[in-house]
């Protein structure tokens, strides 16, 4: 199901594809959970559950801070092989914030799967996968914070459906 749209934060659809990668953006997006998922004889998922920023609102004076429409969601990797980390950060764990998300051309003859850079603010994620797809759980949300907690997100999930 893909009807799930909200016009006032500017959401088109609730499940979007590498097809759509040029449209989207996960600059300062929280990963609350992430799952390697086996799946048998065929390579590996890889499933991170994560408050994704729908759209950055500018603040209207007198206020000084931006605000956020931001919605649980569920980035699903298929195919993932090649994996290669780091959690750069000592002591105790911040959040994990993505800086960018990178989609490289295969140097190799795997033409099927690209490189796939997961850039954040204290941590690095670089694996091969044949494409992805993310859910949009529920509607988003207008926020003073680009995060949400535990309540509104309805803990950690990987679910793989779309609101709406």
Same mark, same amino acid.
């Given at each position: 199901?893909?009807?799930?749209?909200?016009?006032?934060?500017?959401?088109?659809?609730?499940?979007?594809?590498?097809?759509?990668?040029?449209?989207?953006?996960?600059? *300062?997006?929280?990963?609350? $959970?992430?799952?390697?998922?086996?799946?048998? !004889?065929?390579?590996? #998922? &890889?499933?991170? =559950?994560? /408050?994704?920023?729908?759209?950055?609102?500018?603040?209207?004076?007198?206020?000084?801070?931006?605000?956020?429409?931001?919605?649980?969601?569920?980035?699903?990797?298929?195919?993932?092989?090649?994996?290669?980390? *780091?959690?750069?950060?000592? $002591?105790?764990?911040?959040?994990?914030?993505? !800086?960018?998300?990178? #989609? &490289?051309?295969? =140097?190799? /003859?795997?033409?099927?799967?690209?490189?796939?850079?997961?850039?954040?603010?204290?941590?690095?994620?670089?694996?091969?996968?044949?494409?992805?797809?993310q859910y949009v759980r529920d509607a988003p949300r207008l926020t003073s914070a680009p995060v949400l907690s535990d309540a509104e997100r309805?803990?950690?999930?990987?679910?793989?459906?779309?609101?709406?």
């Amino acid at each position: 199901m893909n009807s799930g749209s909200h016009q006032e934060s500017g959401l088109s659809k609730s499940v979007w594809s590498d097809a759509d990668f040029e449209e989207m953006g996960w600059h *300062d997006a929280t990963v609350h $959970g992430l799952y390697v998922q086996q799946t048998g !004889d065929i390579l590996p #998922r &890889l499933l991170l =559950d994560l /408050d994704y920023i729908v759209a950055w609102v500018a603040p209207v004076r007198p206020a000084k801070s931006f605000s956020f429409w931001v919605a649980p969601a569920t980035l699903v990797f298929e195919e993932v092989w090649d994996v290669e980390g *780091d959690l750069g950060f000592k $002591g105790m764990a911040p959040e994990l914030e993505i !800086d960018d998300v990178l #989609r &490289l051309a295969p =140097d190799d /003859d795997h033409r099927d799967s690209p490189h796939w850079h997961i850039q954040g603010h204290s941590f690095d994620l670089k694996f091969r996968a044949s494409g992805f797809r993310q859910y949009v759980r529920d509607a988003p949300r207008l926020t003073s914070a680009p995060v949400l907690s535990d309540a509104e997100r309805g803990g950690c999930r990987f679910t793989e459906v779309g609101f709406g």
